[in-house]
């Protein structure tokens, strides 16, 4: 999963990307719900809500290292339960 980091300016742009949205907006600062982002894999070849930053503040989380095919498991589970 990626996170989005106290740089971040509250721009909004990134939150309408996301296709699991797994982005809303935290106490000070917007933030990415782990267990909803699959770093866009099953979706986009690249994170959506990388690209759209201005000020790139959306590194990976290292609390949630996962594999391709961890992402693609998740993926799977997030869209059989819509
Ligand atoms: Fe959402 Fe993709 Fe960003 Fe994860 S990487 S928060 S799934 S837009
Ligand atoms: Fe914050 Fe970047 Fe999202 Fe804008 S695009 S709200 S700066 S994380």
Known sequence: ALMITDECI???VC?????????YMGLEIYEINPDK???????????QCRQVCPV???PFN???TE???QLMAKY??????K
């Open 10 to 12: 509250n721009c909004d």
């Open 15 to 23: 939150e309408p990307e996301c296709p699991n949205d797994a982005i």
């Open 37 to 47: 982002c699959t770093e866009c894999v099953g979706h986009y070849d690249a994170p």
């Open 56 to 58: 790139d503040c959306i």
């Open 62 to 64: 290292p609390q949630y």
């Open 67 to 69: 594999s391709q095919e």
């Open 76 to 81: 799977k589970l997030i869209t059989a339960s």
